[in-house]
């Protein structure tokens, strides 16, 4: 794959997940326009990273919220203004508290933020965060098969300093990760090969296979 298909892949990927600058977006639009087989990875990208859809677990606020919504509808705001001023704004306020409340309950969102690639481009990890760097998850684009004994492990490598393990990851499914305020949220991430368990030595022993900048 020379540098110009590469290239063009990581741009596909990286419109594909929506962190694209405006102008890039717009730019590469353009191309998408004229260049079939530059659109065709787009859609495989997009079909690739439909899967991590299946990652979110739906929160179904409680029916109480739900009527209560209702009941704050310009219609029904309507009826009840006639019948009772005082009782809708109630009825309103609890509604939004109810709201609120159940967002709050809700857990992070996570956005994608990058993409790690091995050297020959050929299998990626989708590296997830939520807006505050504080939690990420990394989701195989494809399982990936290592031997028994050894273990993917998650490295940040922040500028001009060692690299921090993050932990291990499952090399079939996505895996969680807190940062806490300690780790810098900038520098190189990778995962590397190790015995089973992880690195004896605190740092990396094995072959990175896969990176990235965070």
């Not at 704050?72 to 009782?87: N, V």
């Not at 030595?201 to 094995?206: A, I, K, L, R, Y």
């Amino acid at each position: 794959m020379n540098e110009n298909v590469q290239r063009d892949d990581a741009l596909a990927a990286e419109y594909a997940l929506g962190t694209l600058s405006e102008l890039a977006r717009l730019r590469f639009e353009r191309r998408l326009r004229n260049e079939p087989e530059l659109a065709a990875n787009v859609a495989r990208w997009q079909t690739l990273l439909a899967g991590l859809d299946n990652q979110l677990a739906p929160v179904t606020p409680p029916e109480k919220v739900w009527k209560k919504i209702t009941l704050s509808l310009p219609e029904q705001r309507a009826i009840r203004a006639k019948r009772h001023y005082a009782g809708w704004l109630a009825a309103a306020s609890f509604a939004a508290i109810a709201l609120l409340a159940s967002l709050f309950m809700q857990p992070p969102t996570l956005t994608p933020l990058t993409v790690l690639n091995d050297a020959q481009h050929q299998q990626q990890w989708v590296v997830s965060a939520d807006s505050k760097l504080e939690q990420l998850s990394l989701t195989p684009l494809h399982p990936v098969a290592i031997a028994d004994n050894t273990s993917l492990q998650l490295w940040l490598i922040p500028p001009g300093k060692a690299p921090i393990s993050l932990g291990l990851l499952d090399n079939q499914k996505a895996t969680d990760v807190a940062l806490n305020s300690t780790i810098s949220r900038s520098g190189v991430i990778a995962i590397s090969l190790e015995p089973r368990g992880g690195s004896p030595t605190g740092q990396p022993t094995g072959p990175v296979l896969y990176s990235g900048q965070l």
